[in-house]
């Protein structure tokens, strides 16, 4: 991959940040320091670090895909009404086993636990 300008302001963007962003997140960031990038160039980038390693796929709930800059082991904790994304360790799902009927059938890239959940916020929020 050449090293542009472009996307060294995007991979800037997104080693700072651990909320989880969307395209469209780091878009409208960079999109201040190079007015003239697209969108696409955004999202084809995303999508090659992606692809490198550098940041992953996190679920989302919503329909915007979103990217994950923490890479190494860990879960999430996904808030269904704002769509919140947060990171936790716990051993004993990291030593979850993969049934042997999907091992058989499939190639494990690796595993996450997602739990489903409503956030403190939203919580709070709700009660007013």
Known sequence: MRITPQRTAIYQELINDRSHPSVDDIYKRVNKKFPNISFDTVYRTMLSFADLGIVKMAESF???????????????????????????????????????????????????????????????????
């Not at 879960?75 to 999907?102: M, Q, R, S, T, W």
Request: a positive charge; proline letters at 1%.
């Open 62 to 128: 919503g329909g915007r895909r979103r990217f994950d800059t923490e890479t190494a082991n860990h879960h999430h904790l996904c808030c269904v009404k704002c769509g919140e994304i947060i990171d936790f360790d716990n051993k004993k799902y990291d030593e979850l086993e993969i049934p042997k009927a999907i091992k058989g059938k499939y190639k494990i890239l690796g595993k996450r636990v997602v739990i489903e959940c409503i956030c403190e916020k939203c919580r709070k929020a709700k009660r007013r």
